[in-house]
Every structure is written in structure tokens, then in C-alpha cells.
């Protein structure tokens, strides 16, 4: 017989294979069963099986240790029980179980009541779908059927055994026969004689039935052993054999260690099954899975539906027939968990105290995932990806920029053209009427050239739109600002050019001698040029680049352009206002020379709407993050640009296009 701990060893596979990780485990009061089940907990931990509960139970089964053992099953959440016992105990266990009227266990058998066919008889409704390891099964051992039944009444006086079962069979009394009592509830004496025509063949006996040949194919097997082991001992040759000095057992007079010796190292095939021994003298186990079926009379029929060699490599000792199997409910087998699995998405955090099949699913940290069942930990995403809505994998981050292809970017993209288009239209229209009064009036080549600068700075913000890039970036600051200091320059000189007008018509002025085209050039491209310096100094110290931003949204890249520095951007912005506030302020003081002269006090209004933009965009600019911070930019270049265009050439336009009479010398000299 193999080692009992192979078959704690397969019944461990066996619940792991079917996903049984919460079971009950008891057995009787016994040796046998305190290290099986000692083993079985061991072995069972390496494939996450967990005891919901161990009982032992007492040899004689008293109502009050069937209470104790059944008030556990009832009361535990694991309906699957392993029961290391035999069929006796089985027997009292399920009379009671019956009395109860306890119903849905999934019985799974040692190998000592496995194949107890007198149980499948009598509680078969409670038996159905159990499953069991078996010693391995002869198809038939010659000889054995017609040895059995042979027995005939002149024979068994041979032996007080047969007798006995002789008349328990027939329920007959032999002459002659030393039994005085009876197993049944008869009186022995009352019985009739026996017949003497009494055939074991027309009877059913447990003694003649060979459908079942397992004990009875291991003694077959022994038999052989002990004949081969003394064959080989008779071959021995003195001088060559395997004991001290080569010494060799003598046949007719040995030691019963030397016999052992031969038998571990026989090998023979018994019925076409080989036979052998491990190191450790154990013959290599092999067990048939049985699963107890009911038939539609109502009887059970054990089926094999798999096996476990323990020769085999681990992955696959154990081999099971699914689709064959018959379990409790008809349909399919129990789940019993302590916990249910984790699904992907989750880990599993263990309860303190508590076995490690009980755990609760927790959900993986935000940026982590988990994509099998019941993960233990949870693996964080890459930079660049991040998990989907159920945590189960890593996917591409979303990119975000402003570009073409937005709703917001093509808007922007719309009005900067068409803000371009008209500061280049009403530079055709001044062109074109440039030698009329009012266009002439209004130094003409300054108006030029801030109509070309407002253009560039509608275009610039063409510059913000689309994937940031390290060379984009260090021309978007710069062209902003320049673009700007430009604008504002130009304003400044026409400003002064106002102021100088006024105090050249003054007596003994000579005010514009001082400060004509030449020096108006030359101060818009002065005020400009340090703008210019400013940005060289940014660029060659920190520049502008482009910067993946995950700290914003994490499941965002946001691609952007940072400043590098940041007191190079603020400079670049504060020289812009230091230009419109010198602006503002020369305005202001000319705003009450003749309105039909004066275009001071527009250009007071277009600095106010300045103003008002840009102090607006600072806080709005700070607050936003992602393509929204592009997109205040932006709005801000086009605000403040459409506020010098309209303040500034609407008024003129008006009258050239609309009120032609009004473009006249008369009518701009007028006080």
C-alpha cells in the first residue's frame, strides 16, 4: 500500500483543481486521521486551500459527539467536507445527517471509505456527487471469481469463519456447527438446517464480489513481490551479493530484513501494472478518482473519472474527466470561498487573524493596475500611460495642446487671420487714400506701420496653436513680444507727434524741427530694441521649451511651453506695460487739443482697453493650466490688438469710407 501521504497530496490537488479554497476538514480520533489532517493543512497552504474548520470525533459515536460534529458543518459557511474516517463512522455520521434533514454537503472521501459500497446503498441520496480517491482498481485477477464460489457446505467446517458466514448468508443452521448466535435480529436456534444445495452464485455477497478488486489486487500484488523478492534472493551469487563481504541470504533461512531488502528493489508488472519502490521503500502511488453517480433506479455506481500518479510531474499527477462528473446538485459543482476572487482592477488586502483565504478586494491606488484575478499588489503605470476606467491596464495618457483640429483652436485661429485681414484692408484703404487730409493729417507712415505691426501681432497668436515644440517656444515669447513693444512704439511716437504738432503751431516754436520722421523711425525702433535685447538675454540664458506636464491631471500629458524663466517672461510682459503706460500718460496730457485734430483721445481709450486685457489676463493666465492657459493668451494678443485697431483707425475709416465730405483740409483745421 502507498503512503497515506500521497493521498493527502492528491485530495489536496483535488480541492485546488476545482477552486475550493474553504473547506472542512474532520476525521476520527485516530492516529491516522491527526496526521492526515496535520498534512493535508500543510500541503493545502502552497495551493491557497484554508480549513474552515478541523473536528475530531470519537471512535463510538454518542449523540452528543454527533451534535458537536454536525452543529459545526451546520453552522459553518464551506459546504465541500473531507472525512478521514471509515465506512462505520461514516455510517453513524450520515444516519444522523439523514435525521436532520441536512442537505447540499459536497463529501469528498478518504481512501478508506471511497469504495464503501454498502454506503452508496443505503444513502445514496446523500452520497450523490462524492468524490474520492481509491487504491487502483483490477479489472479481474484470474481465477479469483471461480475460487470463490466454489466454497461448498463440505467444505467450510474447515474453518469457524465460513461457517459463520455460511449460515449468516443463507440464514440456515449447520450440523455440527460451533456458532450459538446471530447477527440478525432472529434467534439462532430457530433457524432451519441448511440444505446442503446452497450456491454462492445465486446470491449477492460482498466475499464473491470482484467488481470492486482493489484490496484484494494489492494482496495479489504482495504476494508477487514476496515470490519475486525470493527468486531473486535464490539468484544470488556468494561473493557478488548485496550484503556485508558480498554475502548473500540464504533462501531456506533468512532474516527478515534481508527479505525486505529484495522486495525494495523488486520490479515486476502484476496484471500489466508495473511494480516498483521509491528511496524510501513506498510503492509508487497511484489512485483512481472515483465519483459516486446515481443511477435512474436510484442506486449509485462509483465511476473513475481521473487519477492521480504520483510518478508523474506535479503539473500533471492529477488527471480529471469534467464532463463526466456527477455532482450534488445535478448541474455543477460548489463554490465554496471564504472571500469571493478579486477581479482585475483590485488587490487582495488580508483580514488580521484571519486565514489567508479570507481577504477583502481593495481598489488599486489611482496610476496603478492589476489585470489577473486575485493580484496581490498592484502595478504602477509607465509616465507616459495610465490606467483605463476599470484599473485593469495601462493606456496611453491623453495629450493635450491646443491645436487646429479644437473647437477653441480653430476659432482663435479664424479671428487672428481675419483681425490680420483687417489691419492689412484698412492699411489698402490708407494707401489708397493717402493723399487726402486725413490720412496725411494723421502722420501717415506711423499709421503705415502700425497697421503692418498690429497684422503681426494677430499672427503671432497663430504661434501659440499647435503641438508645442522646443524651437516653437523660443520664437512664440519673443515674436510676442517684440510684435507688441512695436505696436505700442509706434503709438508712443504718434502720441508725441500730436504733442509736437500742438506746441509747433505755437508762436516761436519750432517743436517738429526736433522731432520729424527721421527721429519718429528712430524712437519706435529705440523703444523696440530693448524689447529685443530683453528676449536675447532670455533666450541665452534660460530659454523657453517645450515641457510634458503630468503633475496638472494625471491622466493627462499636458505638452507645453514653459518660459524657463520666469523673470524673463515677466520682464518681456512688464517692459510692455512700462511702453503703454508712458503712452497712456503722454495721451492724457494731449487729450484736450481740438477733437478735429486730435487723436490723443483714442488713443487714451485704446490704452484704457489695454490695460484692462492684459491686468484681466494675469490672474486668469496664473489660475489656468493645459491649452486653456494658451487659449487666455491668445485672447488677450487678440483683445488688446482689435482695442488699438478699432480705438485707434475706426474713427478715420468711418470718415473716408462713410462721410468723404468730412476728409477735407477745412474741415481738420477747424477749431
Known sequence: MPSDAFQVRALARLVSYFGWTWVGVIGLESDYARFAIQLFLQESEQYGVCAAYTHFYPVVLNQQALDELLDVIQMASSKVIINFCSDSEMKGILTEIRRRNITGLQWIASEAWASARLLAENFGDLLTGTLGFAIQRADVIPGLKQHLTSLRPSHIHESAFLAEYWEELFNCRLNGSLNSHSHGGDNYQDRLPCKGTEDLNDVYSPYADVTQLRVS??????????????????????????????????????????????????????????????EYGDPIAYYDLLNWQS??????????VGFYDASLPAERSLVINDSVIQWPDGKQGFRSVCSESCPPGSRIARRKGEPICCFDCVACAEGEVSNKTDSLECT?????????????????????FLSYHDLMGIVLCVVSVLGACMSLSILAIFFTCKDTPLVRANNMELSFLLLVFLAVCFLVGLLFIGEPSDWLCRI????????????????????????????????????????????????????????????????????PHANSNTN?????????????????????????????CMCFLMAFLARRLPDNFNEAKFITFS???????????????????????????????????????FCIFAPKCYVIILKPEKNSKKNIMKR
Open 476 to 543: 512664440r515669447y519673443p515674436a510676442f513680444g517684440i510684435s507688441f513693444a512695436l505696436c505700442i512704439s509706434c503709438l508712443l511716437a504718434k502720441t508725441a507727434v500730436v504733442l509736437m504738432a500742438f506746441k509747433s503751431t505755437l508762436p516761436g516754436s519750432n517743436a517738429m524741427k526736433w522731432f520729424g520722421p527721421s527721429q519718429q523711425r528712430t524712437s519706435t525702433l529705440l523703444g523696440t530694441s530693448i524689447q529685443v535685447i530683453i528676449s536675447l538675454i532670455w533666450l541665452l540664458t534660460s530659454p
Open 607 to 645: 490704452m484704457l482697453i489695454f490695460f484692462a486685457v492684459w491686468i484681466t489676463f494675469i490672474p486668469v493666465y496664473v489660475s489656468s493650466a493645459g491649452k486653456y492657459t494658451v487659449a487666455v493668451h491668445i485672447f488677450a494678443i487678440l483683445a488688446s490688438a482689435f482695442g488699438l485697431l
Open 380 to 400: 504602477r503605470c509607465s509616465e507616459d500611460t495610465w490606467p483605463n476606467e476599470n484599473r485593469e491596464l495601462c493606456i496611453p495618457k491623453t495629450i493635450e
Open 217 to 278: 489486487y494489492n494482496v495479489y500484488k504482495a504476494v508477487y513481490l514476496v515470490a519475486h523478492a525470493l527468486q531473486d534472493m535464490s539468484k544470488c551469487i556468494v561473493g557478488q551479493g548485496p550484503f556485508l563481504n558480498g554475502t548473500c541470504a540464504d533462501p531456506k533461512e533468512f532474516k527478515p530484513w534481508q527479505l525486505i531488502y529484495y522486495m525494495k528493489h523488486a520490479n515486476f508488472s502484476a496484471l500489466g501494472a508495473k511494480v516498483s519502490f521509491d
Open 295 to 304: 443511477r435512474p433506479d436510484g442506486s449509485l455506481h462509483l465511476v473513475k
Open 552 to 580: 496638472y491631471h494625471s491622466a493627462t500629458i499636458i505638452i507645453e511651453c514653459v518660459p524657463g524663466s520666469e523673470a524673463g517672461f515677466w520682464c518681456v510682459l512688464g517692459y510692455i506695460g512700462i511702453l503703454a
